[in-house]
C-alpha cells in the first residue's frame, strides 16, 4: 500500500470558529490530524465563508472554499422550528450545488487522489464526471433510517410533546431522506463507521457491503479535559449528568424512571440534567415529570461550559435507544469520569468496562444497577478509576490515533483503486 500524501476534496460539514464538541469539533480534529500527515486537503463548505479555529487558518496543506448561502435564522423562512429545519435543508443543499463547479475546475488543474464525504450522506457537492473516476470515503455522524425508525417507535412520546402536524411533517422529511441516502450512499468505495453498532446499522437499514466498511471512531481533544482533578472524590451527594439534547431517541423517558428508582431506593445520588431540544424535537415537556428531590433540568448551556460541567460530575448516564456514538461519552471519559449507557451507544465500544458499563436500551431497572455499581467501585477508588477513564479515552479516541487510522484506511482505498 501507497504511503505517499493524498490530495483530498472534502465534502460535507467543517469547521467552526469555537474550539468544541460535537460534529464541527470531529471536523476541526480530522482536517488538522490528517493535514498533519502531510495530506493536502480541499475542504468546499456550502455556506458563506465563516471564522474557523486559529490553528486551522494558516495550517500547511489545507484550504478552504465556501459557497455563497445567505441563509440566516429569524428570519421569515426560518422564524420557526419547522420552517428553520426545511429552509435549512434546502440551503445546505443548493449551497452544496454552487461549490460543484470549484470542486470540478480545482479536480481539472490538479486531480485529487479521494473524495471524503464527512457527515452527510446526501451531500451534492461532487460533480458526476468525478463520480466513477475518484474514489469516495464517507463517514456519517448519523443516519436518517435511524432517525426515522426511532421517531416511529416513539411516537406516542412525540405526540405528548408536538402537535400532530409537525410530528408528520418530520416523519414525511426523514422518510424522503432515507430513500435518498438509500440510493447515495452506493457511491461510497469505503464507509467510514464511527462504531461497530453504527456498522450493523447502515449495513442492514441501507444494504451497504459489509466489506466496504472500517470502523474508526470520532476523534476527541483530549487536552480541553486536562484541567479535571483526576485524584478528587465522589459527591455527596454523587453528581450524575446526564449531557445532550433532550431529544427523540435519547431516552428521556428511561432517565426519568432511573431518577425515580433511585430516589425510592434513598441513594445519596443528584441528577443533573443538561441540554435543549434540537431543530425537529422537543422532549423537554418531560422533564417536568423528573422527581425534585433528586433531579434538576438547568436547560442549554453553551459548549465551552462542557468541561466545568464534567469536571463537576461524578459519573455520565446516557440512556440513548440510538446513538452512532456519543461524543459525550469520550469527553466524559477525557474528563476522568465513568459511564453508564447503552449498548447502542457507539463510543463505549472496546472501552473497559469498570469505567463504561453497557446496558441493553430501555432496561431501566438495569441502568440503576449499573449506576449503583460504577459509584461503588468509584467510591472504593477514585484515583484509580479516573485515571483509567481518562487512558481509555487517550487510547480510543486521541485525534493522532483516529487520525492515523483513518489516513491508512483512505490510502488503502486509494490504492485498491490503482
Not at 472554499?65 to 422564524?79: A, I
Request: charged content about 25%; overall charge positive; aromatic content about 6%.
Amino acid at each position: 500500500m501507497s504511503s505517499r500524501p493524498l490530495r483530498i476534496a472534502w465534502l460535507g460539514a467543517g469547521p467552526i470558529q469555537q474550539e468544541s464538541g460535537g460534529v464541527p469539533g470531529v471536523a476541526t480534529e480530522l482536517l488538522y490530524g490528517l493535514t498533519a500527515l502531510g495530506h493536502r486537503i480541499d475542504c468546499f463548505l456550502p455556506g458563506a465563508e465563516r471564522d474557523v479555529p486559529e490553528r486551522l487558518t494558516a495550517r500547511p496543506g489545507l484550504t478552504f472554499v465556501w459557497g455563497t448561502s445567505r441563509w440566516r435564522t429569524n428570519r421569515w423562512y426560518s422564524n420557526t422550528e419547522a420552517t428553520r429545519f426545511i429552509s435549512g435543508l434546502l440551503a445546505r443543499s443548493f449551497g452544496s450545488l454552487r461549490v460543484r463547479r470549484e470542486v470540478a475546475r480545482r479536480h481539472a488543474q490538479e486531480p485529487y487522489d479521494v473524495v471524503y464525504q464527512f457527515s452527510s450522506i446526501e451531500a451534492l457537492a461532487l460533480p458526476r464526471a468525478m463520480q466513477d473516476r475518484v474514489p469516495v470515503a464517507m463517514q456519517p455522524e448519523t443516519h436518517m433510517a435511524g432517525e426515522l425508525k426511532a421517531l416511529i417507535a416513539e411516537r406516542e412520546l412525540g405526540a405528548r410533546c408536538h402537535s400532530r402536524r409537525q410530528l408528520a411533517l418530520v416523519i414525511a422529511v426523514r422518510f424522503v431522506r432515507t430513500l435518498v441516502q438509500r440510493r447515495r450512499i452506493r457511491r461510497a468505495g469505503l464507509l467510514v463507521c464511527i462504531s461497530s453498532v453504527f456498522r450493523d446499522h447502515m449495513v442492514r437499514d441501507y444494504r451497504f457491503p459489509p466489506e466496504r466498511t472500517v470502523v474508526i471512531p470520532n476523534p476527541v481533544r483530549i487536552e480541553r479535559f486536562e484541567f479535571a482533578d483526576l485524584a478528587r472524590g465522589v459527591g455527596s451527594p454523587a453528581r450524575i449528568l446526564v449531557l445532550g439534547r433532550v431529544a427523540v431517541r435519547k431516552g428521556v423517558e428511561d432517565v426519568i424512571a432511573v431518577a425515580r428508582r433511585l430516589a425510592q431506593r434513598g441513594a445519596d445520588v443528584r441528577i443533573r440534567v443538561v441540554g435543549g431540544p434540537d431543530l425537529t424535537s422537543d422532549y423537554t415537556k418531560l422533564l417536568d415529570d423528573l422527581p425534585e428531590r433528586n433531579s434538576e433540568y438547568v436547560g442549554r448551556i453553551a459548549p465551552a461550559q462542557v468541561p466545568d460541567e464534567l469536571a463537576a460530575s461524578d459519573l455520565l448516564l446516557q440512556a440513548s435507544k440510538y446513538e452512532p456514538f456519543g461524543l459525550t461519552v469520550g469527553e466524559a471519559l477525557a474528563a476522568g469520569v465513568p459511564v453508564v449507557a447503552t449498548t447502542e451507544v457507539g463510543a463505549i465500544e472496546q472501552v473497559d468496562p469498570t469505567v463504561a458499563a453497557a446496558v441493553a436500551p430501555g432496561d431501566v431497572d438495569g441502568l440503576v444497577e449499573a449506576v449503583e455499581a460504577t459509584l461503588a467501585h468509584l467510591r472504593e477508588e477514585p484515583a484509580a478509576m479516573r485515571a483509567l477513564a481518562r487512558s481509555e479515552a487517550e487510547r480510543r479516541y486521541a485525534p493522532a490515533v483516529v487520525c492515523g487510522e483513518v489516513s491508512a484506511a483512505l490510502q488503502a482505498l486509494v490504492a485498491a483503486r490503482r
